[in-house]
């Protein structure tokens, strides 16, 4: 796990050194200088004139310490931009993880108990079309019916007050993005379901005489939702990428959108530790999922 | 000494004897909905190949007179801001889409089966190597890892597709290695060492067209992926840069000041998105039904 995280910030590290241009020559393009002495003086203040690995190390010793740099834009210290941007994108995830469970576990279970019927034809395509569909675009549509219907758009504006504001605001751009784990989330229960159903126990349980409801919701539901608990894990980190261009499209001032200006801006300090926040969010979720598992699978138990 | 021909036949190439088409063709009869799929990517395989024929327009040509012009009047799906013709920019659109979604795919797949193969197939250190190169790799979410290499590369078609091709990687070097293992192990490949093989053509002719089934599996998956990533790369304008009609382009252009006036900027270039990787996907799914039903998901 530290050994994945140490490979990605050398990973992100050179990728970033590689770009042709650093902010200097940005701000003095920009500005039609070409002044080569003001242009040094500059890489100087930002430690660009060091060797790439030595710059690596100031980094890297500096985020072991809290320290995160400044950023090259707004000259704040980039703990102070990044901080107070998480609680918006952790809400917006959370709620779209929420849309996702609440939706796809239930209509997946539904498409492998009527397997092959029309709604499960319906289903499957519906799910498959959300799998099809860029998010970006679902927003768009979404904020073109509210045009149609409402006259405005709910934009984000001032940072809403009261839990009922906050969930209004947040519940449009994450069912936008849910859409697609939910789909994600329901083919997999559907297939994972269909899978349980056919094993011995069940024949078993229905020889028994056990009824429909019991067997496909006490007996089989719990075994397919295992692999289903992985995937909504793998999901939670990989939400980001929808989240990019969601928060883009509604405005939101959450760390994905804060990611995509901080790469235009080549504003490296904020573009490798928000990278790194992002790594590090994934390989812990990861790992808390492997744990989990464990738990809800007895016969799963890691060797001690 | 001449060369001994007694070389075991891989599983692969027995199967061939029935037939390719008469194969296909057993195999449509059964997956109706993977035969559309098959269906939607031809319609626009044809435009990419066909565009010049089939637009009356070329997809830069400005015409202010004609800016916003909504669907009609000799433009079937209405004109952008600085006057194309949609119709004709997603008609070449579907160019820049499979250009990068199939050159991105071929590369991140060509570059995991090396990887893949070299690691199962020579295991130990070199395995813990890479292995660990592909855990980084596939750490990081699939867009923000895109995103930051589009970045470091700068915005054109040939970067675009190396900064969507290198997240793939980990996920057919993953499969690759797996299936490499286990063959390795197999009597076959000990039969083609017994005869004298060199390790490297048991590798390469042994070895991986017994793993192709499952690579297909995962590159078609990968291709509706690609094409996606691409959309979005595009959108926040770090993809194919213009004068490139690219769809996810056209839908940053249009974005959110579009959307009250202009409802039509927005919603084709995104029906042609949509519609593009619902036909991959649902080609995927019937492919991974016929090609490896163990990978049913």
């Known amino acids: 796990m530290l050994l994945t995280l140490f490979g990605i910030s050398v990973l992100i590290f050179t990728m970033l050194r590689l770009v042709p241009g650093n902010i200097a020559d940005i701000v003095f393009n920009a500005a039609g200088m070409i002044d080569v002495a003001e242009k040094a003086k500059l890489e100087k203040e930002l430690g660009l004139d060091k060797p790439i690995a030595a710059q690596y190390v100031q980094w890297v010793s500096g985020l072991v310490r809290g320290d995160l740099g400044y950023s090259y834009v707004s000259e704040k210290p980039a703990i102070q931009e990044i901080l107070p941007r998480i609680p918006i994108t952790a809400k917006l995830a959370g709620l779209a993880l929420g849309f996702a469970v609440l939706f796809g576990v239930p209509l997946g279970v539904l498409s492998a108990v009527k397997q092959n019927s029309t709604l499960d034809y319906v289903l499957r395509v519906i799910s498959l079309s959300g ?12 904020l073109m019916a509210f045009v149609a219907w409402f006259g405005t758009i709910p934009i984000y504006t001032d940072p809403p007050h009261g839990f009922w504001n906050t969930l209004a605001l947040y519940c449009v751009p994450a ?6 784990s939910s789909a994600l989330v329901m083919r997999l229960t559907r297939s994972s379901m269909l899978e349980v159903l056919r094993q011995d126990y069940i024949r078993t ?22 692999p289903v608990v992985t995937v909504i894990g793998i999901e939670a980190a990989f939400l980001m990428g929808g989240l990019i261009v969601t928060e883009t499209v509604f405005n939101i001032p959450g760390v994905a959108r804060f990611l995509v200006e901080a790469i235009r801006w080549r504003d490296y300090p904020i573009v490798q530790n928000l990278v790194m926040f992002i790594a590090v969010v994934a390989v812990s979720v990861n790992f808390f999922i492997d744990l989990l598992y464990a738990v809800l699978d007895p016969r799963i138990r890691y060797a001690s | 000494m001449a060369s001994i021909d007694i070389v075991p036949t891989p599983a692969a190439e027995i ?5 390719i088409w008469s194969k296909i063709l057993r195999h449509a009869g059964s997956h109706p909905l993977g035969v559309a799929g098959a269906g939607i990517m031809l319609v ?9 024929l089939i637009t009356a327009y070329a997809p830069t040509t400005t015409n202010s007179a004609i800016s916003l012009l909504p669907p009609g009047h000799g433009h079937p799906l209405g004109a952008d801001a600085m006057g194309r013709d949609i119709y004709s920019r997603i008609v070449y659109g579907a160019r820049i889409s499979l250009a990068v979604g199939l050159g991105s795919t071929f590369l991140g797949s060509v570059l995991g089966v090396v990887l893949g193969l070299t690691s199962g ?21 699939l867009l923000v890892l895109a995103l930051v290499m589009a970045a470091a590369l ?7 597709i190396v900064a969507i091709a290198v997240p793939l990687i980990p996920y057919t070097a993953r499969v690759v290695r797996s299936n490499t293992l286990a063959l390795r192990e197999q009597p076959f490949v000990e039969a083609a060492r017994a005869v004298g093989m060199s390790e490297f053509r048991i590798a390469v002719r042994h070895v991986l067209p017994n793993t192709l089934a499952p690579l297909i599996v995962i590159a078609t998956a990968q291709l509706g992926a690609a094409i996606l990533t691409e959309a979005s790369l595009s959108f926040l304008a770090l993809g194919v840069p213009e004068p490139h009609p690219s769809w996810g382009r056209m839908l940053s252009e249009s974005a959110a000041e579009y959307v009250r006036v202009a409802p039509w900027l927005v919603i084709f270039p995104g029906l042609a998105i949509s519609l593009a990787v619902f036909g991959t996907n649902l080609f995927g799914d019937a492919l991974r039904d016929i090609l490896d039903p163990r990978l049913r998901d």
């Open chain 1, 131 to 142: 799998l099809s569909m860029p998010s970006f675009w679902l927003g768009l549509l979404v």
């Open chain 1, 175 to 180: 069912a936008a993005v849910g859409f697609r």
């Open chain 1, 205 to 226: 349980a229905r020889a028994k005489g056990a009824s429909d409801h019991n067997v496909n919701y006490h007996h089989a539901l719990r075994n397919a939702l295992l």
């Open chain 2, 15 to 19: 199967e061939r004897a029935e037939g």
């Open chain 2, 44 to 52: 626009f395989v044809f435009a990419a190949v066909f565009a010049d």
């Open chain 2, 121 to 141: 197939y020579i295991g130990g250190w070199v395995d813990l190597i890479i292995q660990r190169v592909v855990d980084v790799l596939q750490a990081v979410p």
């Open chain 2, 154 to 160: 700068g915005p054109a078609l040939d970067n675009t």
